[in-house]
């Protein structure tokens, strides 16, 4: 009776297909034990929405910069209201240390980075997004895991459907946690015996804190620091898959930003120059690579920290990101890939993401030629690039 109701009232364009994908979604929610009523007065309102879509299918045209990147996330307003709520709430910050071990300026910002520190939710119904994205085949089976997560989520009484609102892809509340997520990691810190993540601070940084330590974070360990090299640094040496302890890094010339010298201890850290020899250069812990595995992201990863710096009272960065960077689209990343790849460097798949491997192959083209093998793209090295394959023999 149940599939039958949900059948009428899901009609996707003129075909059905929506209407009968999420009558197969109930049936396999009611075999994985979530309760009729959830099924039902969750199932029987959801709506396909094309824009959904849309947005999933949408590449933008052109790479990020870390200069564009960083910039727009790290600003002064951003540190001082991070500040003003390390203090607002260092009771519960530092209760949530004290158990977890993730330091307090490390929650607010990734609280900035993911929502503004609450002022950007996203305003999409999570259930409507998850269940879109559930019935078309691109990533139907991960999505379809995701909606019956929401569903779980909702059966155990943490939040109602309707204000489980969040990004167009389902990410959710104050820290943006996938449904999945949620059920593995949130908390319920205010003992009101709902994990509120949309409406509790408690849940949402406790949540937060409990998801790093899962994640491996390391106790008494910094996410990295922002260093200067000298000026006949081998860049070679860069990259998130080379990492020397500390006393090698300073043998080499490696100071702090400030000039000073590092502390010599063994602790292993990689180098990155994300902007170029001509940016900011970073020494990154394996706290770094923790971060990483909440966003995948090098970028991010570094707003985080150095976000996490500020708000505890660190000056901004001693060196900016240059902002004259090339700007260049995914389709000339996919024909920089194919051409390193023509050239015999291996540069992954030619997909047009501009990720390590490409930065790696571009090093690695550098050091061939004889430049600074920083891993970095400009205008002439792409030329350079592109007249070293037309010169191949045919």
């Known amino acids: 009776?149940?599939?039958?109701?949900?059948?009428?009232?899901?009609?996707?364009?003129?075909?059905?297909?929506?209407?009968?994908?999420?009558?197969?979604?109930?049936?396999?929610?009611k075999t994985e034990g979530i309760s009729d009523t959830t099924i039902q007065q969750v199932?029987?309102?959801?709506?396909?929405?094309?824009?959904?879509?849309?947005?999933?299918?949408?590449?933008?045209?052109?790479?990020?910069?870390f200069a564009n990147y960083f910039n727009l996330r790290i600003n002064d307003e951003r540190v001082q209201r991070g500040r003003e709520l390390l203090a607002k709430h260092r009771g519960l910050l530092n209760q949530i240390q004290q158990e977890s071990g993730i330091p307090a300026q490390y929650l607010v910002s990734f609280w900035g980075l993911e929502t503004s520190y609450g002022g950007n939710?996203?305003?999409?119904?999570?259930?409507?997004?998850?269940?879109?994205?559930?019935?078309?085949?691109?990533?139907?089976?991960?999505?379809?895991?995701?909606?019956?997560?929401?569903?779980?989520?909702?059966?155990?009484?943490?939040?109602?459907?309707?204000?489980?609102?969040?990004?167009?892809?389902?990410?959710?509340?104050?820290?943006?946690?996938?449904?999945?997520?949620?059920?593995?990691?949130?908390?319920?810190?205010?003992?009101?015996?709902?994990r509120d993540l949309w409406g509790s601070i408690p849940d949402a940084l406790g949540s937060a804190a409990n998801f790093l330590r899962q994640l491996g974070w390391?106790?008494?360990?910094?996410?990295?620091?922002?260093?200067?090299?000298?000026?006949?640094?081998?860049?070679?040496?860069?990259?998130?898959?080379?990492?020397?302890?500390?006393?090698?890094?300073?043998k080499l010339g490696v100071t702090?930003?400030?000039?000073?010298?590092?502390?010599?201890?063994?602790?292993?850290a990689a180098l990155l120059v994300p902007g170029g020899h001509r940016g900011p250069a970073f020494l990154v812990t394996k706290n770094f690579y923790i971060i990483m595995r909440w966003n995948r992201s090098e970028f991010y990863a570094l707003s985080v920290g150095h976000l996490a710096?500020?708000?505890?009272?660190?000056?901004?960065?001693?060196?900016?990101?240059?902002?004259?960077?090339?700007?260049?689209?995914?389709?000339?990343?996919?024909?920089?890939?194919?051409?390193?790849?023509?050239?015999?460097?291996?540069?992954?798949?030619?997909?047009?993401?501009?990720?390590?491997?490409?930065?790696?192959?571009?090093?690695?083209f550098q050091q061939n030629t004889q430049r600074i093998a920083d891993g970095h793209l400009d205008a002439a090295l792409l030329t350079a690039i592109r007249e070293a394959v037309n010169t191949l023999p045919r």
Request: hydrophobic share 40%; charged share 20%; with cysteine.
């Open 43 to 65: 199932l029987s309102k959801v709506r396909h929405n094309q824009r959904v879509i849309e947005l999933d299918r949408r590449q933008p045209e052109f790479t990020q910069t």
């Open 1 to 29: 009776m149940l599939l039958g109701w949900l059948s009428v009232h899901n009609v996707y364009a003129d075909t059905g297909h929506f209407s009968e994908c999420i009558s197969r979604i109930g049936v396999q929610a």
């Open 121 to 194: 939710f996203g305003d999409w119904s999570v259930t409507d997004s998850l269940a879109t994205l559930a019935c078309d085949p691109r990533r139907s089976s991960f999505f379809t895991q995701e909606l019956l997560n929401a569903l779980r989520i909702v059966d155990a009484g943490d939040i109602s459907a309707e204000r489980m609102i969040g990004s167009w892809a389902g990410a959710m509340g104050h820290m943006q946690f996938m449904p999945s997520t949620f059920l593995r990691y949130a908390k319920d810190m205010d003992g009101d015996g709902r």
């Open 309 to 364: 710096d500020r708000i505890a009272g660190a000056p901004a960065l001693q060196r900016l990101p240059p902002i004259d960077t090339i700007k260049i689209t995914r389709e000339q990343v996919r024909q920089l890939q194919m051409d390193l790849s023509a050239l015999g460097i291996d540069a992954g798949e030619a997909d047009g993401v501009m990720g390590s491997a490409t930065r790696q192959a571009i090093s690695r």
């Open 218 to 250: 390391v106790p008494g360990l910094d996410w990295g620091q922002e260093v200067r090299l000298p000026a006949a640094f081998d860049y070679s040496l860069a990259g998130r898959d080379q990492m020397l302890n500390l006393i090698e890094w300073a």
């Open 256 to 268: 702090t930003a400030s000039g000073t010298a590092l502390t010599p201890t063994e602790q292993r």
